[in-house]
């Protein structure tokens, strides 16, 4: 069964609409007749209907592009998820000292400029920061308390950007120089979308995570070292 895509003529894969047959409905093919296996399928839910949605394609270099309008244009919110979190070096904003001498900058500084213009900013990552990310960290006291936007879930290895609450990137890209594009070691694929009910289900999700309300039924809840559902409730006295 192929993919259909509904789009107006002379459109591009980048701004298609595509609506994408489920596991279930393309079947999986084993053993040496070619038998076809039908997984049973998903659990209905009102965020997993089959739907037309809106995309645009992002590979590569483009999610440097993604990033940097997101942290550029965020003025309620952004919210980020990656399992990788590294100290990615951006290019300095528009009409500043910096950008006039090309300097790039730690993302730690872009940060700190969304805090100061009172953006809700999420940080959301799996794996230990690399040394480099905690350096820059620790030289910004205006990104103090840090657990106030950057929390760890050991399980998190989902890769999200959410602006505002009104766009959406879903992918393959790590909050990595790598993830994305630098120096062209990976190769990585994602989507960006306005439809709200992926909105809605993607923060939802990531709401969930960051307030620790996976966490009592988490297997690595024992070792983990810092159970986010603890964290809350301390933040909640």
């Known amino acids: 069964m192929a993919f259909s895509c509904s789009c107006e003529q002379g459109a591009t894969l980048k701004n298609a609409q595509v609506s994408c047959p489920s596991v ?31 995309l645009r394609w992002v590979e590569d270099a483009d999610h440097y592009d993604v990033l940097v309008d997101a942290i550029s244009r965020a003025s309620v919110s952004l919210w980020i998820a990656t399992a990788n979190l590294k100290d990615v070096r951006l290019e300095a904003p528009i009409g500043s000292a910096a950008r006039a001498r090309r300097r790039y900058v730690s993302i730690a500084e872009r940060f700190e400029e969304l805090l100061a213009r009172g953006v809700e900013l999420r940080v959301l990552h799996g794996g230990l920061p690399s040394q480099p990310f905690r350096d820059a960290l620790a030289k910004r006291s205006r990104l103090s308390p840090v657990e106030s936007w950057l929390r760890q879930c050991p399980r998190v290895h989902l890769k999200m950007v959410a602006v505002d609450g009104a766009d959406l990137y879903l992918g393959s890209a790590n909050l990595t120089g ?30 969930r995570i960051w307030r620790g309300r996976e966490c009592g039924a988490c297997r690595l809840r024992a070792t983990c070292p810092a159970p986010l559902d603890a964290g809350d409730a301390k933040r909640r006295e």
Do not use: W, Y
């Open 178 to 207: 790598a993830g994305m594009g630098a120096g062209r070691r990976n190769f990585e694929l994602g989507v960006c979308t306005s439809d709200h009910v992926m909105l809605d289900a993607a923060q939802r999700r990531f709401d």
């Open 24 to 54: 279930a409905e393309l079947g999986i093919l084993t053993g040496p007749a070619r038998k076809v296996t039908r997984l049973p399928p998903l659990p209905r839910t009102r965020d997993n209907h089959l739907r037309h949605v809106p």
